[in-house]
T-cell receptor, first 109, second 113 residues
Framework: GQSLEQPSEVTAVEGAIVQINCTYQTSGFYGLSWYQQHDGGAPTFLSYNALDGLEETGRFSSFLSRSDSYGYLLLQELQMKDSASYFC??????????FGQGTELSVKP | DAMVIQNPRYQVTQFGKPVTLSCSQTLNHNVMYWYQQKSSQAPKLLFHYYDKDFNNEADTPDNFQSRRPNTSFCFLDIRSPGLGDAAMYLCATGEGRSNQPQHFGDGTRLSIL
């Protein structure tokens, strides 16, 4: 079977750093993506890792360890607007995505 | 400018009455995907078109059908909606390569009366 595990919710304060972990078990793995979804909105692409290591894009970074089937999304200098759901997703052949259940991030003042 | 456009944003239909949701794209992507997302759950892939080739997921009910008349447009048809089909339906496009992101529309929220 295919499964992704991530925490259901995380709470942090403005200006803090938060890490959202994701472990996966899938058949066929080309990479790990992260998407952000605000309530009632569309998922938007944040980051993608095909190889082990850290990818940095502004305040957001994503890490992958293929040998551990593990990745995380790191959000720095948290802002209120970062309150949203964050989904890790395994990239399969042909661009298909298998999503985790999502982590709801609440940023408090 | 919106690149993946879904209409309408909100759709209400009656139990058992066929309904069609539409999606259009200006990205000229090869692949168009349809997802179902229920509250506080992950988007679940229903099917996708790679160009004109239709690819159904194994667990997608027969009640769900799709059409792609040209590169820009894709439709989701629900032949006999049941109460369990109330959800957000998301359309996405992509280049069909594993290292390229998908681009999502804002979704259509379907309610069943």
């Amino acid at each position: 079977g295919q499964s992704l595990e991530q925490p259901s919710e995380v709470t942090a304060v403005e200006g803090a750093i938060v890490q959202i972990n994701c472990t996966y078990q899938t058949s066929g793995f080309y990479g790990l993506s992260w998407y952000q979804q605000h309530d009632g909105g569309a998922p938007t692409f944040l980051s993608y890792n095909a190889l082990d290591g850290l990818e940095e894009t502004g305040r957001f970074s994503s890490f992958l360890s293929r040998s551990d089937s593990y990745g995380y999304l790191l959000l720095q200098e948290l802002q209120m607007k970062d309150s949203a759901s964050y989904f890790c997703a395994v990239n399969n052949q042909g661009g298909k995505l298998i999503f985790g259940q999502g982590t709801e991030l609440s940023v408090k003042p | 400018d919106a690149m993946v456009i879904q209409n309408p944003r909100y759709q209400v239909t009656q139990f058992g009455k066929p309904v069609t949701l539409s999606c259009s794209q200006t990205l000229n992507h090869n692949v168009m995907y349809w997802y179902q997302q229920k509250s506080s759950q992950a988007p679940k892939l229903l099917f996708h078109y790679y160009d004109k080739d239709f690819n159904n997921e194994a667990d997608t009910p027969d009640n769900f059908q799709s059409r792609r008349p040209n590169t820009s447009f894709c439709f989701l048809d629900i032949r006999s909606p049941g109460l369990g089909d109330a959800a957000m339906y998301l359309c996405a496009t992509g280049e069909g390569r594993s290292n390229q992101p998908q681009h999502f529309g804002d979704g259509t929220r379907l309610s069943i009366l």
